[in-house]
């Protein structure tokens, strides 16, 4: 590899490890001020629309559906959702909100990824299908998607029980 190529090289691996290192802040933050991961996050702002099963869950947010089920325990067990059996399916399990979950995500920061689309979409179409190509190559570059990875983006801090 050429001088211009490695420097071209370590300027993006640069890059993304500040993009890294802006999930891990803001996750950080996340968590010591309102006790949530921003998986956590994402899925109950999602379950905000209504009550929804865990498979259709899993496919609004672009997440495994057992990792949505490891989460959906965790927020059980804090007691911001709450799950039933379907009427018309017992095999299906329904995910809603418990009050006290929409009182805090009264208070929450938005996932990440709304702070991201808002600036995205201010962007010209231009800019955003070279940052999607570009974005594109990157994951197929790093192989991501052959390891499972799957789609991943404040003021009063509030504590939510354990």
């Given at each position: 590899?050429?001088?211009?190529?490695?420097?071209?090289?370590?300027?993006?691996?640069?890059?993304?490890?500040?993009?890294?290192?802006?999930?891990?802040?803001h996750s950080k933050h996340l968590s010591k001020n309102f006790g949530l991961t921003g998986p956590q996050l994402i899925i109950?702002?999602?379950?905000?629309?209504?009550?929804?099963?865990?498979?259709?869950?899993?496919?609004?947010?672009?997440?495994?559906?057992?990792?949505?089920?490891?989460?959906?325990?965790?927020?059980?067990?804090?007691?911001?959702?709450?799950?039933?059996?379907?009427?018309?399916?017992?095999?299906r399990v329904m995910i809603t909100l418990s009050e006290e979950c929409?009182?805090?995500?009264?208070?929450?920061?938005?996932?990440?990824?709304?702070?991201?689309?808002?600036?995205?979409?201010?962007?010209?179409?231009?800019?955003?299908?070279?940052?999607?190509?570009?974005?594109?190559?990157?994951?197929?570059?790093?192989?991501?998607?052959?390891?499972?990875?799957?789609?991943?983006?404040?003021?009063?801090?509030?504590?939510?029980?354990?």
């Amino acid at each position: 590899m050429d001088q211009v190529n490695n420097l071209r090289c370590k300027e993006l691996l640069v890059l993304l490890r500040k993009m890294t290192q802006a999930l891990y802040i803001h996750s950080k933050h996340l968590s010591k001020n309102f006790g949530l991961t921003g998986p956590q996050l994402i899925i109950l702002q999602e379950l905000l629309n209504g009550e929804i099963t865990v498979s259709e869950l899993a496919r609004r947010v672009s997440l495994s559906q057992g990792t949505v089920t490891d989460i959906i325990h965790r927020l059980e067990n804090k007691h911001l959702i709450i799950k039933r059996r379907s009427n018309q399916d017992k095999r299906r399990v329904m995910i809603t909100l418990s009050e006290e979950c929409r009182h805090i995500l009264d208070l929450a920061p938005p996932p990440l990824q709304e702070a991201f689309a808002d600036s995205f979409t201010r962007l010209e179409e231009w800019e955003q299908l070279m940052i999607l190509s570009s974005m594109n190559k990157i994951v197929k570059m790093m192989s991501v998607e052959k390891m499972g990875a799957s789609a991943v983006p404040v003021s009063n801090p509030v504590k939510i029980p354990s």
